[in-house]
Each structure stands twice: as C-alpha cells, then as structure tokens.
C-alpha cells in the first residue's frame, strides 16, 4: 500500500499562483505514472495534468501554458506549479499514481486539498 498526501491547497485570488505538493510514503512516482486531477460538486472528477516515467507531460486544454507538473524523485513527490489560477480553477485537487509493476496495476489517490481562487 502507498499512502499519498497533498498539500499546499488554499485560497488564492484570480491570477495568482499556488504550488500543490504530493509525498508518496515509498518510491512510486519514478515507475508509474503520476497526474492531478480536479473535482468540483456534481461534476465528474478530471484530469489536469499527466507525467509518465520518461517524464513526458500532458495537460487539459483548459490549464495548458499555466500549470506545469513535475516531481523530484528523490523526495517521492509529485508537484502542480498553478499560475494565472482563475475562478473556474477552484476545485478539490487529487494526486494519482497509477501503472503496472511486475505486472500488476497499481492506482493510488491522495486524499484531496482543496483550492479555492476568489477575491
């Protein structure tokens, strides 16, 4: 079992910035893929942003060129860079690692941290 905690969650006002940090208990990050997704009430939960092992990225159409994901190995963290967050960015922010080792699929979530942008 590996334990994901998000942090760095909170209230932002519109064009600001907000880094979200995942620490997984173990080394995870480095062999499967590690992404954000978001959820806000009565809406399905989506994805934000992917990175795999090679560290090839992808994003939502909707956060393209203002959220950069990235993670440093040696801490087993994932991270979300939010810049230019606006209103519609406000939603709960889940943390994910997900793959197959020695062939068996592995998904993990994060608990949640919550991400308000308003003035």
């Known amino acids: 079992q590996v334990n994901l905690v998000e942090t760095g969650g909170g209230l932002v006002q519109p064009g600001g910035s907000l880094r979200l940090s995942c620490t997984a208990s173990t080394r995870i990050f480095s062999l499967v893929n590690g992404a954000w997704y978001r959820q806000t009430p009565g809406k399905e939960r989506e994805m934000v942003a992917t990175?795999?092992?090679?560290?090839?990225?992808n994003y939502a159409d909707s956060v393209r060129g203002r959220f950069t994901i990235s993670r440093v190995d040696r801490q087993n963290t994932l991270y979300l860079q939010m810049n230019s967050l606006k209103p519609e960015d406000t939603a709960v922010y889940y943390c994910r690692a997900n793959g197959l080792i020695d062939g068996k699929q592995l998904n993990y979530w994060g608990q949640g941290t919550q991400v308000t942008v308003s003035s």
């Open positions: 990175i795999n092992r090679i560290y090839r990225t």
